[in-house]
């Protein structure tokens, strides 16, 4: 008899250990050095044993069959096999940040410009300590159209206290209303009154910068940002609105249950998720940051990442496929990282590049990240 596996199951082989991929379920699972054995066996059409217990259990859950012959199993597949290797292609940008402003009052702990790092402070709003000349409204209007013509497809537009120039805002939020249909402007609760509140209701989706609990409504999307070491007291604990920005200076020491570091932050995967980071980074991909003087960045995150200045440039010439372009940060996928190219969770994971490199100063590196490849083990939490 023969076993294979399923057209949406996919057998991805680690260091040490391989893992099950269902992209229709979502679920994966995570395989010994035995069972690993047994699945290579498997795809490479050998004989097997039709009451393996192991086997007869994938066979239950519906992640693959016994065959009496061998088969050729068309795996699912998304998008063209050829699209890579057409000459020319526009690039998909799913959205881009634009920092419209780098003025606050607040000077909140957590804010950039004291040198934190922050798991989504991409989200969060943000003043910088860095020097230029802010880009004006005419320049931001342009910068709109030409996201509009690359189909960038939403604009979240942040910088400090967007309400200290409310005029300007208006402004740039009005031309935008016109391009895109997908907008998020992005502060801090306490910055917007009950008539900016108003104001913004039909124009754009709310992202509320917190560090209160208290200040938590149902009405929009919020950050709630906390001490990366008092993180873990309200895991599981928040409505789904909530996304939680966990800070530290250097996030040691790394504990072995934070969900930035274990696999408590393993998501269930799809065919789109799977697709996209075996070729792309999970985070940094399809997306831009114009910066309050107009630096091109990879992420809000990444200030020491300038690709140019765009009131030096085109936008779009930070498409063209130069090692200076923002697609050398979106290539780089998990496979392309020396530690996660050696994993078998490698195309579920998600990752920082803005946390990694503000820990090591490397592009490339890896180490907020308890599980070893080379052994197949996960650190245990302490007792």
Not at 118 to 144: M, Y
Not at 171 to 200: C, D, M, R, W
């Amino acid at each position: 008899m023969y076993f294979r596996l399923n057209p949406e199951c996919y057998y991805i082989k680690g260091d040490q250990n391989g893992a099950i991929y269902d992209l229709i379920e979502g679920d994966i699972y995570a395989l010994n050095p035995k069972e690993s054995q047994t699945i290579e066996t498997c795809e490479d059409n050998g004989v097997v044993d039709p009451k393996d217990p192991f086997l007869c259990e994938l066979k239950q859950r519906t992640v693959g069959n016994f065959y009496e012959k061998k088969v050729y199993i068309e795996k699912l597949r998304l998008g063209s096999p050829i699209a890579d290797f057409q000459l020319d292609r526009p690039p998909v940008l799913i959205r881009a940040f634009l920092e419209i402003d780098n003025r606050c009052d607040r000077s909140c702990w957590y804010c950039g410009c004291h040198g934190v790092s922050r798991s989504q402070g991409c989200f969060g709003c943000n003043t910088w300590d860095e020097d230029g000349t802010p880009v004006h409204a005419p320049r931001w209007k342009e910068l709109i159209d030409e996201l509009h013509h690359l189909n960038c497809m939403s604009l979240l537009i942040k910088g400090g206290d967007l309400t200290r120039n409310w005029g300007k805002t208006q402004e740039i939020l009005e031309y935008a209303n016109k391009k895109f249909p997908s907008i998020f402007v992005i502060g801090h609760k306490q910055h917007f009154s009950k008539e900016t509140y108003e104001y913004l209701e039909n124009k754009a989706n709310l992202i509320l910068q917190t560090d209160s609990i208290s200040d938590i409504g149902n009405q929009h999307q919020y950050l709630l940002t906390m001490d990366y070491q008092k993180s873990q007291e309200f895991a599981g604990n928040l409505p789904p609105n909530v996304m939680v920005d966990m800070v530290s200076r250097n996030f040691d020491p790394l504990q072995p249950d934070s969900p930035l570091s274990s696999k408590k932050k393993m998501p269930k995967t799809n065919l789109e998720r799977f697709t996209h980071n075996n070729k792309l980074h999970p985070c940094l991909a399809q997306s831009i940051t114009i910066s309050w003087n107009g630096e091109v960045l990879p992420c809000p995150m990444m200030r020491n990442y300038s690709l140019g200045n765009i009131n030096d440039r085109k936008l779009w010439t930070f498409f063209k496929n130069t090692p200076d372009s923002i697609q050398e940060f979106w290539n780089i996928s998990l496979t392309r990282l020396d530690k996660c190219g050696k994993c078998e969770f490698r195309y579920a994971c998600t990752d920082c590049r803005a946390l990694e490199t503000a820990k090591t100063g490397d592009l490339k590196s890896k180490v907020l990240c308890n599980y070893d490849p080379s052994k197949g083990m996960w650190q245990q939490p302490a007792a």
